[in-house]
């Protein structure tokens, strides 16, 4: 069988040595703490305005982190073109020669693909909500608050499974463009819209996205279907079972 | 040594590769030759589990590849010329590929240098040229020091100056014992590097024998005459006692003859000739002559066909007798027994 660590180390110089992998995390990063600071600005220069109808308590947290779904736009796009690129490029071939222990493979690829998606995302949220902090002024919260962390890191751990769980979609498709196709209207149009009528948004309340943000949240809503850690087992659920369909379909096809 | 088996591939109804069998034998160049889409690149892929077999098997070494555990250390192939990311380094490219099987760093520059890329290492391989790309692909193949090598038409697309270079490579690589296997459609290109050969068509193998063997088969010479009382002529050959088969335009060859000997005959017998000239068939003729009759097989053209020369064509199986499409009739619908000959 072929050595784990080195099955790492290769992959690990692929994704570093393609300007793609710099672009969209940079990406991910600028715009998930650029628009947090953003609104995060405007919120408190706005407050009472902003605030005049709302009853439910302010949630700081969830303001720097505004920006987080054009955020995970970007990671999406990272961790389909991790995947998807050896399939655009013929370079599967070239791949699964060196290493024709597929599933083997495909834990290696998503073991450094999630490990450096976690560190960006880490990264990321952190920042995002220290900036947003400091913009919000009077109105900040602080790590020592309840829920706050466990906020902070639950949108980090979400940024990665939307990651990994779209590089398992791509592993599926096995192609890029397709998997873009498929993954971001979903994110962006479908999920949104079912997730707001009637009926069927039970159903949309399982989607991956929707349980993954719960992490997110620092106050309990009303009509929440559940918690934030079962928010998180279903997305992880989505993730995994991404990634097993992808190392399926890539054991069974031709490449 | 790399050994097939019944290897069967089908996409749908469409058979790619049907039931072959035979053996790449080591520390030479084997030459693996068929027209477009004969299931060339589809065997290879197969060698390399790259596509599953639907029938049979394929062994490296008496092993799957599979089950090989650093692969690029036994067999490196090139497949197509650009199984590489555009926007990463030949380095690069070449790095990846040689942590994976734990192959020192040292090594990628050894490579780059073997195959004359080390000014470009360090450029992105989107602004490759073909031959270049070939040259990226080779260097993979090398990377791992293999005792097989495969290529898949290497030559394709190259200048007069890379075809030669990709020769000498080949040549040299068997010359260092190494077991090299390529693939090519064009048989002018197999006779100057391989030393055995393994033909097929349609997926099935119609040769497979040592290349002189098939030079040597395949070499058929004829003396061409032409006149203007054919009748006559052919009197006198008969007369003579010679095999003789009709030529275009009203000319009549025979196979083997000797030149001078024909016309003095003719002259003696006072025939007149417009034509007294030597016939020498091509190995490129012969190549399409076989394929060419695996193709006229599978359109289900039966026996009798009166092909001037195709009776004891190169290769053919069942000579003795009434040709292969006779043999091929008489085994059902069976492909045609293929010309074998072990290398000795």
């Known amino acids: 069988m072929a050595s784990f660590p080195a099955i790492l180390r290769s992959e690990w110089t692929k994704i570093r040595s393609v300007r793609s992998t710099v672009w969209t995390l940079a990406l991910a990063f600028v715009v998930t703490v650029g628009i947090g600071a953003l609104l995060s600005l405007l919120t408190n220069n706005n407050f009472t305005e902003f605030r005049r109808h709302d009853q439910s308590p302010f ?3 969830g303001t720097a982190f505004s920006g987080i779904m054009l955020g995970e736009l970007a990671i999406i796009v990272f961790g389909v073109l991790a995947i998807g690129n050896e399939y655009s490029s013929g370079m599967i071939r070239a791949t699964l020669a060196a290493v024709p222990q597929r599933g083997t493979l495909l834990a290696g690829k998503t073991v450094v693909l999630g490990a450096l998606a976690l560190a960006v995302s880490l990264v990321t949220a952190f920042v ?51 998997a873009l196709g498929v993954l971001v209207p979903f994110f962006f149009l479908l999920s949104p819209i079912l997730s707001a009528v009637p009926k069927v948004k039970t159903l949309a309340h399982y989607f991956p996205d929707y349980a993954g943000s719960r992490m997110l949240l620092v106050y309990e809503q009303n009509g929440q279907p559940y918690g934030p850690w079962a928010g998180f087992t279903i997305c992880l659920a989505w993730t995994v079972a991404a990634l097993v369909g992808g190392a399926l379909v890539l054991k069974s096809r031709d490449a | ?48 589990d ?53 192959i020192p760093e040292r090594r990628v520059d050894e490579v780059l240098g073997l195959v004359g890329l080390t000014p470009v290492a360090r450029k992105r391989a989107r602004g490759f040229s073909l031959g270049m790309g070939q040259r990226l692909g080779i260097a993979s193949a090398l990377l791992g020091d293999p005792e097989i090598v495969m290529f898949d038409e290497p030559v394709n697309g190259l200048d007069p100056e890379g075809i030669l270079w990709i020769r000498n490579l080949m040549k040299r690589l068997a010359g260092e014992g190494r077991t090299v296997f390529v693939s090519s459609h064009l048989m002018s290109e197999m006779a100057v590097t391989a030393d055995h050969l393994v033909v097929i068509g349609k ?6 024998l040592p290349m002189s063997e098939f030079i040597r088969r395949n070499s058929r010479s004829a003396v061409r005459l032409r006149s203007p009382q054919p009748e006559r002529l052919l009197d006198v050959l008969a007369g003579a006692g010679l095999r003789h088969e009709p030529g275009p335009d009203g000319s009549c060859e025979v196979v083997d003859g000797d030149l001078a000997a024909l016309g003095e005959l003719a002259a003696s017998h006072g025939v007149v000739l417009h034509e007294l000239s030597p016939q020498q068939a091509s190995l490129e003729e012969a190549f399409m002559q076989m394929t060419a009759d695996s ?50």
């Open chain 2, 50 to 102: 790259l596509d599953r077999p639907t029938g049979g098997r394929v062994t490296i070494d008496g092993r799957r590849y599979g089950q090989l555990s650093e692969p690029l250390k036994k067999i490196g192939a090139l497949l197509e010329a650009k199984a590489v990311h555009p926007g990463r380094t030949a380095r690069d490219h070449l790095l990846w590929l040689a942590q994976s099987n734990r």
């Open chain 2, 1 to 48: 040594m790399i050994e097939l088996h019944d290897l069967t591939k089908r996409y749908g109804k469409t058979l790619a590769v049907d039931r072959l069998s035979f053996t790449v034998p080591p520390g030479v160049v084997t030459g693996f030759l068929g027209p477009n889409g004969a299931g060339k690149s589809t065997t290879m892929r197969m060698i390399l």
């Open chain 2, 203 to 208: 997926g099935r193998l119609l040769a497979d």
């Open chain 1, 128 to 178: 995002t909500f220290f900036v947003g902090q400091a913009l919000l002024g009077s109105h900040s919260t602080s790590l020592s608050e309840p829920n706050v962390l466990r906020a902070v890191l639950g949108a980090a751990l979400y940024l990665t499974m939307i990651c990994l769980f779209s590089a398992g979609v791509t592993a599926m498709l096995h192609n890029q463009t397709l």
């Open chain 1, 59 to 61: 949630d700081a947290t």
């Open chain 2, 295 to 344: 193709v006229e097989y599978h359109a289900g053209d039966g026996p009798g066909r009166g092909a001037p020369g195709t009776s004891g064509a190169p290769g053919a199986p069942g000579a003795p007798g009434g040709g292969w499409g006779a043999g091929w009739k008489a085994d059902g619908n069976r492909p045609p027994a293929a010309v074998r000959q072990e290398e000795n």
